[in-house]
């Protein structure tokens, strides 16, 4: 295999940082929760073209109805994923919220096993039942403090499950296609259904202050093109096993910059669920074998 000229966990940690740094900038912002939705996702396709339109339109000529729907409706779920992530983050805290959004890898298990027949271990469930305990815990602690809490927290959750479905739907089409046209199509439909989104509820898109459209650009570059697409580039060079488990630190990063910037400090309930539901993924995430495997020879 190729080697790198720098080692793939810089860019994973670098793309940690970055991802963590969205609840942040949605917090930051004034803007209702379509809007900042849909401005990262304009930013995001506007600063993608110069790059698709020079290099891979051609690509498109490949694409089937198949393609077409399955990444359409990628899209779709992808925006309204955002839309109810965001909209969380007005009721409960960014540690409560980003904790319940990692539990991706555990619906994604769900997902695949309904739909592509992918075999269920022991193991799995029990990842999935630590997981589930541990989101049952932060959700239970959030009602306790406030009804609203627990609503964001409810969000969050489905939230969580529409960006696995965004995952299933677009994993077929992605094997055929480059990650700069099927993020610019489904990217683009995201766009589309976030304006109409805005369009029917009522919503401004503008003016707003100078510092919110900063937040909203930032948004496209920080978490969307610098995070994902250094997590896209570190697959080549490691398992992906290595960045789900890498982008568990996303809650631990986000909580202890929302403590400094928006003075929200932890209650217990939410320590111990988080710290239980990263408990869960890891276990999920692990090649036991490897392990074993690794162990075996130092024995």
């Not at 498109?60 to 992530?85: N, P, Y």
């Not at 403090?145 to 959750?157: E, N, Q, R, T, V």
């Not at 969307?224 to 488990?245: M, P, Q, R």
């Amino acid at each position: 295999m190729e080697q790198p000229k720098i080692h793939p966990y810089i860019p994973i940690f670098i793309g940690v940082v970055s991802v963590s740094l969205s609840a942040i900038f949605v917090k930051l912002a004034n803007a209702e929760s379509g809007v900042i939705a849909f401005y990262r996702m304009l930013f995001s396709v506007i600063i993608m073209a110069p790059v698709f339109f020079w290099k891979y339109t051609g690509e498109l000529k490949e694409l089937t109805r198949r393609d077409w729907l399955f990444s359409s409706i990628a899209g779709v779920f992808l925006a309204f994923h955002f839309i109810l992530w965001f909209e969380s983050l007005n009721y409960t805290s960014v540690a409560s919220s980003t904790v319940l959004v990692t539990l991706q890898p555990l619906f994604a298990f769900v997902g695949t096993y309904l739909f592509f027949k992918e075999k269920i271990t022991g193991k799995t469930i029990l990842a999935g039942v630590i997981a589930i305990a541990g989101s049952v815990l932060i959700s239970w602690g959030d009602f306790q403090l406030s009804g609203s809490a627990f609503y964001g927290d409810i969000l969050a959750l489905i939230a969580c499950a529409l960006i696995t479905a965004y995952l299933l739907f677009g994993q077929d089409v992605r094997k055929r296609l480059s990650l700069v046209t099927y993020t610019m199509i489904v990217y683009g439909v995201s766009t589309i259904t976030l304006f109409l989104y805005v369009l029917i509820k009522g919503e401004s898109f503008g003016p707003y202050p100078t510092i919110d459209w900063i937040w909203f650009i930032l948004l496209a570059i920080v978490p969307n093109l610098l995070g994902h697409t250094l997590f896209n580039w570190s697959i080549k060079y490691v398992s992906t096993n290595v960045v789900s488990i890498a982008i568990l630190l996303e809650p631990i990063l986000a909580a202890v910059l929302a403590i400094f910037i928006f003075k929200e400090y932890l209650v217990v309930t939410q320590i111990i669920g988080g710290l239980v539901v990263i408990l869960g993924i890891v276990l999920f995430a692990i090649d036991e074998k490897k392990i074993f495997k690794f162990f075996s020879k130092k024995a």
